[in-house]
T-cell receptor, first 112, second 117 residues
């Protein structure tokens, strides 16, 4: 069974810092990996989808990388802002299954 | 394009009752998945529907069921509610997808917050 781990569980940084969130998964047989953010009490907002054949994806200040063979992904946030405060979740889709396994998330607090 | 919508947004029920939640996917999306989110277990997959057929099911008891209509709207039903069913129920839609094939991007709705007293 696929297990997804996110480290750290919580992170507090001053505004303007660059930061890295980590996601690891136990089975490298995946189709893709998707990063989401979740604001308190809300649904998930898609940030980036990386397909298994890709190494990275970029959107604005966000850059996500994928090392499928080692079972790792990182989400890089440049020049963090208070509005980035949220919980960040990664999810992987195993090959041959139409479902995602989620990590438990990293709760980010960016202080003004 | 309108996003994924879920109704109702909040529900309060008592133990033993049953509940039906609704999800309308993004127009053109035929795959709808349901997830349960709790503080202790995180996000757990319930089931996925495509073209009115359930293709995948998670490890939940038979009290949890769902269906999908010809317009891709989906409902999930929980019967004989238990306190532990209190959770945020999220649905997601995707534009793909062949059975056992990779998804395109998944988009989530705002969720239905179910409280069981």
């Amino acid at each position: 069974k696929q297990e997804v781990t996110q480290i750290p569980a919580a992170l507090s940084v001053p505004e303007g810092e660059n930061l890295v969130l980590n996601c690891s998964f136990t089975d490298s047989a995946i189709y893709n990996l998707q990063w989401f953010r979740q604001d308190p009490g809300k649904g998930l907002t898609s940030l980036l989808l990386i397909q298994s054949s890709q190494r990275e994806q970029t959107s604005g200040r966000l850059n996500a990388s994928l090392d499928k063979s080692s079972g790792r992904s990182t989400l890089y946030i440049a020049a963090s802002q208070p509005g980035d405060s949220a919980t960040y979740l990664c999810a992987v889709q195993p090959e041959n299954f139409n479902k995602f396994y989620f990590g438990s998330g990293t709760k980010l607090n960016v202080k003004p | 394009k309108a996003g994924v919508t879920q109704t109702p947004r909040y529900l309060i029920k008592t133990r033993g009752q049953q509940v039906t939640l609704s999800c309308s996917p993004i127009s053109g999306h035929r795959s709808v998945s349901w997830y349960q989110q709790t503080p202790g277990q995180g996000l757990q997959f319930l089931f996925e529907y495509f073209s009115e057929t359930q293709r995948n099911k998670g490890n939940f008891p038979g009290r949890f069921s769902g269906r999908q209509f010809s317009n891709s709207r989906s409902e999930m039903n929980v019967s004989t509610l238990e306190l532990g069913d209190s959770a945020l129920y999220l649905c997601a839609s995707s534009s793909h997808v062949a059975a056992g094939g990779p998804y395109n991007e998944q988009f989530f709705g705002p969720g239905t917050r179910l409280t069981v007293l």
